[in-house]
C-alpha cells in the first residue's frame, strides 16, 4: 500500500475559498491522504466549514485553536499528523489533481528527500503566472545545497514551503519560527540543507492565490518586513556551508536582495526604526563587495550595491526616479 501523506492546511477567516481548497484536496488522485484543517481561531465561519467537510470525507481531521498565527498552526498540524510524508497548503490556494501523485513519485523514483514543483500565481486580475515550470515534464535532482544555490538566484524553485513534499524526518527536530514573514523560507532553507536529494518536478501543480488582504500584501505595519532581514542574519551566522564558495555567494545575493527590499519599505516610515535601517545599512555595507563581483548576481541587485558606495541617500533618490513601480 502506498504510504499516508499529511496535508497541513492552517485555516484562518478562509470562509470565501476554503471549500475550492479542501475540494482540490480531497479529489485527489492520491488517495491515501489524510487532511489536517487547523482552524486558528477564524472569527468568521471557517470553522463551522471545516466540521462540515469533514462529514464528508474520513481523511479528514478538524483541529480548533485559539488564534496565534499561521507558523503555530502549521506546528500544530505537524505534532498530530501521522504521514510518512507532509505537504503544506494555504487555505486561499488550491492544487492539480495530481499533485501529491506527482509529488510522491518523484520521492519514490528518485529516493529523494523532498520533491517540488512549479505554481501558478493568480494575480489580483485572475490573470495567471506559471513559474518554476515548463513543458520538458523532467525530474532533475540536485542535493539540498545546491538546489539552495539555485534558489537564491531565484532558479528552481521557490522560497515557500507550499508547492513541496516532504519526509517526515525532516521535521523530527524542526517547527515553524515565530515571523510573521519569512516563515517558509525559514522551513526550506533547514529541510533543504538536511536532503541529500531534492527532486524538482518542474511541473505547475500548486495555484498561488493573490488577495489584497493576505500579510505580504498589507501595507499596515511594514515593521513586519524586517522578519526577512532577521531571517538570513539567523541563516549566514548559522549556516555550516559557507566554506562552499559558489554557496556563499549565492546565499549573500539573496541576503542582500532582500535587506534592499526591506529597506525601501522601512524608509516610508519616516523617522520610525532607525536602529532596524542602521542595521541593515550595516549588512549592506557588509557584503556589498560580493555582490558587485559575482556574475550571476542580478543585475538590478549589483546595480543597488554600486550605487550604494554613494550613500544610502544617492540610492534613494536614483531609485525614486528610475523604479516608478516600487522594486529593485
Same mark, same amino acid.
Given at each position: 500500500?502506498?504510504?499516508?501523506?499529511?496535508?497541513?492546511?492552517?485555516?484562518?477567516?478562509?470562509?470565501?475559498?476554503?471549500?475550492?481548497?479542501?475540494?482540490?484536496?480531497?479529489? !485527489?488522485?492520491?488517495?491515501?491522504?489524510?487532511?489536517?484543517?487547523?482552524?486558528?481561531?477564524?472569527?468568521?465561519?471557517?470553522?463551522?466549514?471545516?466540521?462540515?467537510?469533514? !462529514?464528508?470525507?474520513?481523511?479528514?481531521?478538524?483541529?480548533?485553536?485559539?488564534?496565534?498565527?499561521?507558523?503555530?498552526?502549521?506546528?500544530?498540524?505537524?505534532?498530530?499528523?501521522?504521514?510518512?510524508?507532509?505537504?503544506?497548503?494555504?487555505?486561499?490556494?488550491?492544487?492539480?489533481?495530481?499533485?501529491?501523485?506527482?509529488?510522491?513519485?518523484?520521492?519514490?523514483?528518485?529516493?529523494?528527500?523532498?520533491?517540488?514543483?512549479?505554481?501558478?500565481?493568480?494575480?489580483?486580475?485572475?490573470?495567471?503566472?506559471?513559474?518554476?515550470?515548463?513543458?520538458?515534464?523532467?525530474?532533475?535532482?540536485?542535493?539540498?545545497?545546491?538546489?539552495?544555490?539555485?534558489?537564491?538566484?531565484?532558479?528552481?524553485?521557490?522560497?515557500?514551503?507550499?508547492?513541496?513534499?516532504?519526509?517526515?524526518?525532516?521535521?523530527?527536530?524542526?517547527?515553524?519560527?515565530?515571523?510573521?514573514?519569512?516563515?517558509?523560507?525559514?522551513?526550506?532553507?533547514?529541510?533543504?540543507?538536511?536532503?541529500?536529494?531534492?527532486?524538482?518536478?518542474?511541473?505547475?501543480?500548486?495555484?498561488?492565490? !493573490?488577495?489584497?488582504?493576505?500579510?505580504?500584501?498589507?501595507?499596515?505595519?511594514?515593521?513586519?518586513?524586517?522578519?526577512?532581514?532577521?531571517?538570513?542574519?539567523?541563516?549566514?551566522?548559522?549556516?555550516?556551508?559557507?566554506?562552499?564558495?559558489?554557496?556563499?555567494?549565492?546565499?549573500?545575493?539573496?541576503?542582500?536582495?532582500?535587506?534592499?527590499?526591506?529597506?525601501?519599505?522601512?524608509?516610508?516610515?519616516?523617522?520610525?526604526?532607525?536602529?532596524?535601517?542602521?542595521?541593515?545599512?550595516?549588512?549592506?555595507?557588509?557584503?556589498?563587495?560580493?555582490?558587485?563581483?559575482?556574475?550571476?548576481? !542580478?543585475?538590478?541587485?549589483?546595480?543597488?550595491?554600486?550605487?550604494?558606495?554613494?550613500?544610502?541617500?544617492?540610492?534613494?533618490?536614483?531609485?525614486?526616479?528610475?523604479?516608478?513601480?516600487?522594486?529593485?
Amino acid at each position: 500500500m502506498n504510504p499516508l501523506i499529511s496535508i497541513i492546511v492552517p485555516v484562518y477567516n478562509a470562509e470565501s475559498f476554503i471549500r475550492k481548497c479542501v475540494d482540490s484536496l480531497c479529489g !485527489q488522485t492520491y488517495k491515501n491522504i489524510e487532511i489536517i484543517l487547523v482552524d486558528d481561531g477564524s472569527p468568521d465561519n471557517s470553522g463551522a466549514i471545516c466540521d462540515e467537510l469533514k !462529514q464528508n470525507d474520513e481523511r479528514i481531521v478538524v483541529l480548533h485553536r485559539k488564534n496565534e498565527g499561521v507558523s503555530s498552526a502549521r506546528n500544530a498540524g505537524l505534532d498530530i499528523m501521522s504521514g510518512d510524508f507532509v505537504t503544506f497548503v494555504d487555505s486561499d490556494d488550491y492544487v492539480a489533481e495530481n499533485y501529491i501523485e506527482c509529488l510522491y513519485n518523484a520521492i519514490k523514483t528518485e529516493n529523494a528527500d523532498i520533491s517540488t514543483c512549479g505554481h501558478v500565481r493568480i494575480n489580483f486580475d485572475r490573470s495567471e503566472k506559471i513559474i518554476f515550470s515548463d513543458d520538458s515534464n523532467k525530474i532533475f535532482c540536485m542535493s539540498g545545497i545546491e538546489s539552495l544555490t539555485n534558489l537564491f538566484y531565484g532558479k528552481v524553485c521557490s522560497a515557500s514551503s507550499g508547492s513541496k513534499l516532504y519526509n517526515k524526518s525532516l521535521f523530527k527536530k524542526l517547527r515553524f519560527p515565530d515571523y510573521v514573514m519569512g516563515e517558509d523560507t525559514f522551513i526550506v532553507y533547514h529541510t533543504f540543507s538536511n536532503a541529500n536529494i531534492v527532486a524538482h518536478t518542474n511541473k505547475a501543480l500548486y495555484y498561488y492565490v !493573490q488577495h489584497h488582504s493576505s500579510v505580504t500584501n498589507n501595507k499596515s505595519n511594514y515593521y513586519k518586513f524586517y522578519d526577512y532581514v532577521r531571517l538570513y542574519d539567523h541563516i549566514i551566522s548559522s549556516d555550516t556551508h559557507i566554506d562552499n564558495k559558489d554557496y556563499f555567494y549565492a546565499l549573500v545575493n539573496r541576503l542582500i536582495e532582500n535587506n534592499f527590499w526591506v529597506y525601501m519599505k522601512l524608509r516610508n516610515c519616516s523617522n520610525l526604526y532607525p536602529r532596524e535601517k542602521r542595521h541593515i545599512e550595516d549588512n549592506i555595507k557588509k557584503y556589498r563587495r560580493y555582490v558587485v563581483c559575482n556574475p550571476k548576481a !542580478q543585475n538590478r541587485v549589483r546595480m543597488a550595491c554600486l550605487l550604494s558606495y554613494g550613500g544610502m541617500h544617492t540610492l534613494d533618490w536614483i531609485y525614486d526616479r528610475i523604479n516608478k513601480n516600487g522594486k529593485l
